[in-house]
Structures are given as C-alpha cells and as structure tokens.
C-alpha cells in the first residue's frame, strides 16, 4: 500500500468495516461555470444575547452591535482567507434605524417584546460602532457587504404584506456617511427574508422591484466620482420562482446581485438533522433552487448574478454539535460544490460566529470544524469548475475545480458512509459511453468526459493529500483531524498551516469512512484551466 494508506489507518473507527471501488471521471475540456475568486463568504448577525431558540439562547456577545472586535482570534482567522467576504445583515436589519451624526440621543438597542415583529423592538446603529466596525475590516481585509432596513417608512397589513413604498433616507445618510469617511463597501442589500410570503411579513415582487431601483439610483449620485462602485444586492430571500422572474426582470438595469437563503435541513430542533445530512438522495433534492434559479437568470436579459446571501442549512439558531460539529462539513462542502456547479458566484455561510452554525465557537472564538473546511476550500478551489461524475457507491460525493492560483485541479471526495472504506480510481482513460452508468442523480450538463491527459511518471508522481475527520471518528466532534492530527490555532491566536501529505499518482485516493478529501493534481493539465 501506498503512503496514501496511512491517513486510514489513523482515522478509521469502529473496526476495518468494509472496502469498495469506485472510480470518478472530470471533463476538463471546458468549465461548467465559475465562481468569484472569494466564493466563500460569512455572516454577521444582529441578534441580542437574549434570543432563544426551544429554550437555549445561543448568541452571547456575537452581534454587530457586540462582538469583540479586540479579540485576535478573530482578527486572525478573518485574516486567514486575504479576503473573507463578511455580509452583514439577518432578521432584525429590517428593524435597525442608522444613528444620523446630527441625532444627539442615546441609540435604542434591541428589546426582547414577544407582541412584535420578530420577538424584539426597534435597534439602533450608532455611528462610533459602525466606524469600529469598519476599521476591524480594514485590518482583517475583508469584503464587506451590508444589508439595509427594507421595511423602513412601511406599515404592515393584517395579512403580513408591507405596504408602501421604501423610505430610504436612512439608508442614505448611511450610505451617504460611509462615502464621506472612505470606507469600501462591496455591496449594500436591500432587506433581509421579504421575498413572497416573507418572514414575519412580505413585500409585493413589484414594488420590491421598485425600490431596488431607487436603491441603486441612490448609490450612482453617492458614488459618482468613485472609479468603483458598489454592487446593489437583494432580495436576500427564499427562492420562489415566480417572485423572483417577475423582480429580476424589473431590475434589469439596477441590480447587480440575485441573492437567496438556504435553510434546507428544517429546523434545528429537528433530532434527525444528521440523518438528513448522510442521505445523498436528500442531498441531491438541495440542488433545486440552484438549478431553477440558474435556469431564470439564462433566460432573463438580466447581466446579474446569484449569489447564496445567508445558509445556516437549519433554521432557528441550528443545532448545538451538529451545525457546529464536524457532521455538518458533509452539508457544507456538499453545498459549496452544488452551488458552484450551478453558477453561484458567492456562498456566505450563517454564520462567522454567533448561533449554534458559526464557523467559530461563540464564546471561545476557537474555530469549529467547518471553519477549516471553507479555509481549504478558499486555499484549493479555484475559480472554474469542472464537471465531475463518481461511479460505485452512491455515499460518495465528487466535486472538482481547477486549482486556485497553482497549476491542476484539486478534487473534493465526500464519504457520507461510516462502515465503508472507498478506494476511487482517478480516471486517464476516456469515459466513453459510460456515463449512462451513472449511480446517482446528476446533472445532464455532466455527460461528456473527456481524456484525462495522460503525463510520464517523473513530473507527475505525486498529489497532494488533505484528509478531514473528526475526532475518535465522532461527527458531534468539534475537533478536526487533518491527515490523523488535530487542528488548533496556538496560544497566540494563529491558525496553523494546513499541510497536506504527499501520495504516489499511480495509487488510488483511499476514502476512509466518514471523511473528507482533498486531493490536488499539480500535473493535470485541462484547457479549462489555460
């Protein structure tokens, strides 16, 4: 055997179980789509300590409003992806007023009021806050996106329908007031979950529609003499099809960004999350808004692009040592994948701390298991991605892309099974005909394979390895394995190098269960990745 066995060896719980063949094919002859470079992105939430979920209050002093912008760990791991695109924003944006400089009383903070909308009063953004909060991103160079108070100057109907038109002088005079102190704003976002039937209430696709507008005539004069403006995002909703054609094709001269959420896993107190999470068939199943919205915005005269705005995967805060446990980089990088494979250009996970799903710990700031998972990915995937189709058990999940910023391509192998053992064969021959072998679900867009360039055994030897697994092979664990070694920032705050191990080409990517691969070929050289 192969150095490539002895991740195995160190990883493997519960008995040898058993072992399978499997092989996976990647078209490099052209990209299947392509993503930003800084695909991975997080979010920062407003909620209180004083929100709870099923009778756990899971935020501490992670809000806006709150967190410790002192705390290095942080600082560090924001650092770590030179950028982390961060987007501010959840429930209670659309209930935050912006402290004017000219306004000499104090700024109301959220008040916990079960007869309002969403369980809290009004907030306030004081200006000192906001300049803190951008200063931290200067430093930690991220790509800041901000989600303003769309339901600002409405009243809302019985039927939870707001009415009205926006009133967006507060959002001016925010806008207005980060131009004036040269703060780089990516993007500004216009509500947060209004979309259809909305959450908590809903605005009309129209007159949405129409208020993108006004949005995105505010930031033209604002930014006039800027030589980059910021983009206009929205609607930071859940996907439905109708909604949406008729907004996007009300904005086709206005908006830059089609964002959405995904919470796809129900809500975090279902007990049977992790069941879901190693169901490739309900897995699958989350391709759907990706694909739909995909194919509105083919079809649309829009130039705009989607992106995944909020994904917590379960609603409700999620669920304590599984959205914040190793179980949940299943999801996460299955997510990551599928997104990427429909055209989605950005992917901002819910969230960087805060809740039961942050990457980092709440009150620790230690970063969870899937903190290193988005890291890898940030560090291994590059922008174009490659069709890839597996062939044998349907446990395994395939992913590739070419390389970020080095030659090759780097393949993603998921291993949903904890009793099996998978040895996956990279293909050099051409798939031919075999794609009608196909063992699970995939898209039609994946069917031609082309030769996987063959190279002599001097220059192509070796790949690069990174195997994921938790700890004593718990997926309630929130401590990561990297190839049999834990993965810890030291007592300074720094997150440690990933480094990966280095395998003989000839062999087969041996799968342990219930683990992650990484795999990435400096000598494989496709015309989708010139």
């Known amino acids: 055997m192969s150095q490539s066995s002895i991740p195995v060896a160190s990883q493997r719980s519960g008995g040898s179980g058993n072992v399978e063949e499997g092989s996976v094919f990647i078209n490099g002859r052209v990209a299947i789509g392509s993503t930003d470079d800084d695909f991975i992105c997080a979010t920062l939430d407003w909620w209180p300590p004083d929100k709870c979920d099923y009778g756990t209050c899971s935020w501490g002093r992670a809000s806006l409003l709150n967190l410790d912008l002192s705390n290095k760990i942080l600082l560090n791991a924001v650092k770590a992806f030179s950028p982390l695109k961060v987007r501010m924003g959840g429930t209670l944006q659309d209930k935050v007023i912006y402290q004017r400089t000219s306004d000499q009383n104090p700024c109301a903070q959220f008040v916990k009021n079960s007869s309002e909308m969403f369980g809290f009063s009004e907030g306030c953004l004081p200006m000192s806050r906001w300049d803190e909060l951008n200063l931290f991103f200067r430093e930690a160079g991220a790509v800041v996106i901000f989600g303003l108070n769309a339901l600002s100057g409405r009243t809302i109907g019985l039927d939870g329908l707001a009415a009205g038109a926006w009133n967006s002088s507060d959002a001016e005079s925010l806008i207005r007031y980060s131009a004036n102190k040269g703060y780089t704003i990516h993007g500004w976002e216009l509500g947060n979950e209004l979309t259809g039937n909305g959450v ?152 960087l701390i805060g809740g039961n799903y942050g990457l980092l710990n709440t009150t620790t700031f230690v970063p969870n298991p899937d903190y290193y998972s988005a890291l890898l990915w940030h560090r291994l995937m590059g922008r174009n991605v490659l069709s890839t189709s597996f062939y044998g058990t ?134 989708a990745c010139k």
């Not at 830059?256 to 992790?274: A, E, F, M, W």
């Not at 280095?502 to 062999?507: A, F, K, L």
């Open 200 to 351: 908590g209430a809903g605005i009309a696709a129209d007159q949405y529609a129409s208020d993108i507008n006004t949005l995105q005539s505010m930031v033209q004069k604002i930014y006039a003499g800027f030589e980059v403006k910021p983009l206009v995002l929205g609607p930071g909703g859940f996907f439905d099809a109708s909604w949406y054609t008729e907004f996007i094709d009300k904005t086709l001269k206005s908006l830059q960004v089609v964002t959405h959420h995904i919470y796809n896993l129900g809500p975090g107190v279902d007990d049977h999350l992790i069941d879901k999470i190693l169901d490739p068939s309900y897995l699958d199943g989350g391709s759907k808004p990706f694909q739909d919205l995909q194919s509105i915005l083919q079809t649309s005269a829009t130039s705009a692009t989607a992106w995944v705005g909020e994904a917590g995967g379960a609603y409700n805060s999620g669920h304590n040592l599984v959205t914040n446990a190793f179980a949940f980089s299943f999801w996460y990088l299955d997510q990551l994948g599928m997104a990427s494979s429909y055209g989605t250009k950005t992917y901002c996970r819910q969230t």
């Open 394 to 527: 349907r446990k395994i999940r395939a992913y590739a892309h070419c390389s970020k910023q080095s030659p090759g391509i780097t393949l993603l192998l998921i291993n949903l099974d904890g009793n099996t053992t998978v040895q996956v064969q990279v293909s050099t021959e051409n798939a031919g005909n075999r794609t009608s072998t196909l063992q699970h679900k995939d898209k039609t867009q994946r069917s031609n394979f082309s030769r996987m360039p063959r190279v002599s055994k001097i220059d192509a030897s070796m790949r690069e390895e990174y195997h994921l697994t938790a700890k004593d092979g718990d997926l309630h664990s929130q401590t990561l394995l990297l190839n049999g070694k834990v993965v810890t920032i030291n007592s300074s705050g720094i997150v440690p190098p990933l480094e990966p191990i280095r395998v003989s080409s000839m062999d087969p990517v041996i799968v342990a269960p219930f683990s992650i691969v990484f795999v990435r070929f400096p000598n494989i050289n496709y015309p």
